[in-house]
């Protein structure tokens, strides 16, 4: 009877942990083909998350990092990598409240 009394507890303070969860940010995957990534970190990377969907514009910045698998790279190594792979499939994570662009994450080799 303890051990239930003690998995109802876990389970209802897990309930209220997860009630008070907030998004902080928001994803789009998306063939790489269809991005156009930006030019430098103060420009922007353009995307429309589906089809009939209105493009996003999500500006980047300094704290923008790239990703080739977990192997974090340069804009100019990922633009490069793409070249070669334009069916790769970009992961393109962006702020909530700023809809600015944290990472991009393009499918490992």
């Known amino acids: 009877m303890k051990r239930l009394a003690f998995v109802l507890l876990a389970l ?3 309930l ?3 009630a ?3 998004a902080v940010e928001l994803a789009v995957e998306t063939p790489a ?3 156009i ?3 430098g970190p103060a420009s922007t990377l353009v995307v429309t998350p589906c089809t009939g969907c209105k493009q996003l514009s999500l500006p980047a910045s300094a704290r923008s ?7 974090q790279v ?3 190594e990922l633009k490069r990598q793409l070249q ?3 069916s790769a499939m970009l992961l393109i994570l962006y702020r909530k409240d700023s809809r600015e662009l944290s990472r991009v994450i393009a499918s490992a080799p």
Do not use: C
């Open 37 to 39: 990534l930006p030019s």
């Open 16 to 18: 209220d942990a997860m």
């Open 12 to 14: 209802g303070a897990s």
């Open 74 to 76: 340069t804009l100019t």
């Open 20 to 22: 008070q969860l907030k």
């Open 33 to 35: 083909s269809t991005a």
């Open 65 to 71: 990092r790239y990703f080739i698998g977990k192997e």
């Open 84 to 86: 070669n792979r334009p």
